[in-house]
């Protein structure tokens, strides 16, 4: 982990920003590549949500393959490595609640930015659905172009279309007769 940590050192330069406001947190669990749990730390002035003890956060402008799809695991694993540990400083911005109740929200490990290093590792689509960050678009475009991580397969399944395909169909109500 050490090892990883100073290798992320190295090469921060190209993910980081200032933009953030620092708090004291922890990531507690990692869902996917896009998803986290985040835990306050005991007694933080600036816990941005207070009395709040943990919360989903859904990292904005990516969305990352699911842990059933190709790349799921491997995107789940990089968030992971760059944000689980207990010398990994997190800062968070948050923009909003999604539909499901989560918390939405910019994420920095160790200042690096969390979409920002998903989408040029080619672990993360950049959702321009909901985003026009022209950074992260110049990311995406770059590393689809040298084919770096799921951009290495055939055809890739953005994963919009892959929870279309596998969503458990709806059972039709039951008749009453």
Same mark, same amino acid.
């Given at each position: 982990? @050490? ?13 980081? +920003? ?16 896009d998803t986290v749990k985040v835990r306050p730390l005991q007694n933080d002035p600036d816990n941005i949500l207070e009395n709040k003890q943990e919360f989903k956060l859904r990292i904005t402008d990516i ?5 059933? %799809? ?5 995107? *789940? *694993?990089?968030?992971? %490595? ?10 968070? %911005? @948050? +923009? ?5 109740? *989560?918390?939405?929200?910019?994420? /920095? ?11 040029? /590792? ?5 959702? +321009? ?11 995406? /475009? ?20 892959? *929870? /279309?395909?596998?969503? %458990? ?9």
């Open positions: 982990m @050490l090892g990883l940590l100073t290798a992320l050192t190295l090469f921060a330069g190209d993910y980081t +920003t200032s933009r953030y406001t620092t708090s004291s947190y922890t990531i507690s669990y990692v869902y996917d590549g969305d990352a393959p699911e842990r059933n %799809q190709p790349y799921g695991k491997k995107s *789940r *694993r990089a968030l992971s %490595q760059l944000c689980k540990g207990p010398e990994v400083e997190i800062e968070i %911005q @948050l +923009t909003g609640i999604d539909k499901y109740q *989560r918390q939405l929200g910019k994420l /920095q490990c160790n200042h690096i930015d969390v979409s920002l290093y998903l989408v040029q /590792q080619g672990l993360a689509w950049h959702n +321009t659905k909901y985003s026009n960050d022209a950074g992260l678009k110049a990311a995406a /475009q770059k590393s689809k172009a040298n084919r770096i991580g799921l951009w290495s397969d055939q055809n890739p399944l953005p994963p919009w279309v892959w *929870r /279309q395909l596998h969503s %458990q169909p709806k059972s039709p109500p039951a008749s009453i007769n």
